[in-house]
Every structure is written in C-alpha cells, then in structure tokens.
C-alpha cells in the first residue's frame, strides 16, 4: 500500500483506536440525526476529509507533526465514513418500520 499510507497505518498499528473512537461518534450522530439524507451527507463529507487527508500525506513529506496530524484526521474520518453508513442503515430501517 504504498499510496495508501493512512489505510496502511491503520491495519498495521494501534491507531484503530482512533477510527473506533471516529466509528462510534459518528453512529451517535447518524442515529440522533434520524435522516437517511443527512447520514448520506455526513458519509460524504467523511470520505472526503479521509481522501484529502490521504492525498496530503502522499505529496507532503518532511513534517513529522503534519503526517502524525494527517493520520490520526485520516483515521477517525475512516471511521466517521463506517459510523455514518450504519446510521444511514439504522435510519432507513426506522423509516420502514414508522
């Protein structure tokens, strides 16, 4: 995984704390929010903070604080990314049932 080093990192370290920490504040929210819209929205916006953590790591090098800072956002978004798709399924299973 040589372009994937946040990804890389995570199935290799103890930072999966950090994406746990990501995955359980974002079902809270997602859950709270009880909208399968705004879920959807909350599932973008963490994909997005994840993808642009990732490509900043790739093309800045030399900053030890920067790449520490990229990873642990880049973690917790993965995990918001998870968080938010379960409580855009938990949304969608209440809408069904009301």
Known sequence: MKY???LEELFSSDSFFFALIGFVAA????I???SAKKNIIGFCAGLIVYVI????SNIIKGSYLLDILL?????????GVIGFLVGFV???IRNKER
Do not use: N
């Open 4 to 6: 994937l080093p946040i």
């Open 27 to 30: 079902t809270v929210i997602g």
């Open 32 to 34: 709270l929010m009880k």
């Open 53 to 56: 953590a990732e490509i900043m």
């Open 71 to 79: 990873l642990f956002v880049g973690t917790i978004a993965i995990g």
């Open 90 to 92: 938990i949304s969608k």
